[in-house]
């Protein structure tokens, strides 16, 4: 889909927003010491699970204050990424310095492969969005929905909406498979709306992508025409031009956190901390809300999200036992209803 004059000026004037915004956003001044040594250091390797281009942005703006540190960036889909971090550590060959990754349960699981960790604004952070004292989130988003404007032109309210036979053909979604950011919306789906929700949904045959951002991309292709995406997957696209909308369901948002800690065997330890604690502050917390679409696990979030008011979009986070506990039977249920095998 071509981006119009139209998109482009209402992405330049949502990014100009965002800026005004962020100049009353408080610096982030690291310890001097803390500067020396990661400039010692000179970079490190970075393991996500995030999308790659909103992490290479995420890079760019810390890179901006503080451009002397190198990131060397490994990015895989949640599943695949635990599976070669539990590889290495049997091999005794870790080389990540920080791992971040979409399930911090799994995280939590491998505690002793992190070092102890607290950011200097730990105090300011919701005590349960911690996975444990060493694993931090630092980057928290929520399921919308979201689909192509040029294609569909009346706004849907909410997830029932996407079980409507309007949207044969039309719907898409990325596997439930994928990650802590797709097994929250499953989850949610199963406890929240009921245990017939995803055989109505399965009814009108949606198209099943690899990942949130296989799943954006095909959105603004025209592929599919709406779909329940990760917020952060399409919001810098909409920023950018893109012909996409967005709501935020009525039924609740499912919302996940990332875990982040850095490695017990890590060689350049500073220059890792400095880019978690940039991250982990107001500044790099605003900027990750304002640019990529994020919300925040502070108690007092630095910036608004367009269109979500908590009051009437009720935020939904999975209780951590319960989710771990659940996990694999309901993941094999929507796998199931949807006709795919794993």
């Given amino acids: 889909m071509p981006i119009t004059r139209r998109h482009a000026i209402a992405g330049t004037l949502a990014l100009a927003a965002a800026s005004s915004a962020r100049a009353a956003i408080p610096r982030f001044e690291p310890p001097s010491a803390l500067l020396e040594a990661a400039k010692q250091d000179g970079g490190f390797v970075n393991y996500t699970a995030q999308i790659e ?5 995420t890079i760019a703006a810390f890179n901006k204050r503080f451009p002397f540190v190198k990131v060397e ?36 699981n491998i505690e002793s492969a992190f070092r102890p960790y607290a950011p200097p604004n730990a105090a300011d952070y919701i005590p349960e969005a911690l996975a444990s004292p060493r694993i931090w989130p630092r980057i928290t988003a929520g399921t919308c929905i979201a689909w192509n404007s040029e294609l569909i032109k009346d706004k849907p309210k909410g997830w029932w909406d996407l079980t409507g036979p309007k949207y044969a053909g039309q719907l898409g979604m990325p596997s439930g498979y994928t990650g802590g950011s797709t097994w929250v919306w499953v989850m949610f789906q199963r406890k929240m709306l009921g245990e017939d929700y995803w055989a109505k949904q399965a009814a009108i045959k949606p198209r099943i992508y690899t990942t949130n951002a296989v799943t954006a991309d095909a959105l603004v292709r025209g592929e599919i025409a709406i779909a329940p995406v990760s917020y952060p997957a399409v919001m810098p696209k909409i920023r950018d031009g893109a012909p ?15 875990g982040a800690g850095i490695t017990a065997v890590s060689q350049r330890p500073a220059a890792a901390q400095l880019y978690l604690d940039w991250c982990l502050s107001e500044e790099g917390q605003a900027m990750l809300i304002a640019d990529l679409g994020h919300l925040t696990a502070l108690k007092k979030s630095p910036a608004d ?8 979009q009720k935020l939904w986070f999975a209780d951590r036992v319960e989710s771990d506990r659940v996990r694999d039977p309901w993941l094999a249920e929507w796998s199931k209803a949807f006709g795919l095998r794993q």
């Fill in 305 to 312: 999200t367009p269109g979500l008011d908590p009051a009437v």
């Fill in 244 to 258: 996409l909308a967005t709501v935020f369901p009525i039924e609740g948002v499912p919302c996940f956190t990332f």
């Fill in 73 to 108: 960036t490994v990015h895989l889909p949640g599943g695949q990424l635990i599976e070669r971090i539990k590889a290495e550590i049997g091999a005794n060959k870790l080389v990540a310095d920080l791992i971040d990754h979409s399930e911090p349960s799994l995280l939590r």
């Fill in 53 to 57: 281009d909103l992490e290479l942005e």
